[in-house]
């Protein structure tokens, strides 16, 4: 049905957290941020230590730190994003099996398991399908 795109961190320092978790799991790093990366960051008055989301890769899935201003008690900190081929099918085969439909975005949706813990399903990108 599908499978871990991502794990999802909402945090208040993205790259600090990152570098924690880097740290901590064998085989995992920040990923390499670009010229045009860093040309696009500049842009925003940002550098690679004040991006607001900041990539690990390793042997596993990867690992997303983004910036969520604030503690929401209403949010999981840490989420799964799943990557799916039939997201309306899969949302209908969940809310099914106890689940709840959040929100729907033109590439994700955000739901809640039959305990609330919210997860994302995600389009499969066109690039990784191929």
Same mark, same amino acid.
């Given at each position: 049905?599908?499978? &871990?795109?991502? &794990?999802?961190? !909402? ?11 880097? #740290?901590?799991l064998d085989g995992y790093a &920040?990923?390499? +941020?670009? =010229? ?7 842009? %925003?008055? %940002? ?9 690990? =890769? #390793? $042997?596993? $899935? ?10 929401? +008690? =209403?949010?999981?900190?840490? @989420?799964?994003? &799943?990557?799916? !081929? =039939?997201?309306? #099918?899969?949302?209908? @085969?969940? /809310? ?8 729907? %975005?033109?590439? +994700?949706?955000?739901? /809640? !398991?039959?305990? #609330? ?14």
């Amino acid at each position: 049905m599908g499978k &871990i795109h991502e &794990i999802v961190f !909402d945090c208040d320092k993205p790259a600090k957290l990152a570098t924690f978790w880097v #740290g901590l799991l064998d085989g995992y790093a &920040i990923r390499a +941020y670009d =010229d045009a990366e860093i040309a696009r960051l500049a842009a %925003l008055g %940002l550098t690679p230590e004040t991006d607001p989301t900041v990539m690990v =890769d #390793g $042997p596993g $899935p990867s690992i997303c730190f983004q910036n969520v201003e604030g503690r929401r +008690y =209403d949010n999981n900190r840490v @989420h799964f994003d &799943i990557e799916v !081929d =039939d997201r309306p #099918g899969t949302v209908e @085969h969940l /809310r099914e099996a106890g689940a709840e439909t959040v929100r729907v %975005l033109p590439t +994700y949706t955000v739901m /809640r !398991d039959p305990e #609330g813990n919210q997860f994302c399903l995600v389009d499969i990108r066109e690039a990784m399908a191929a």
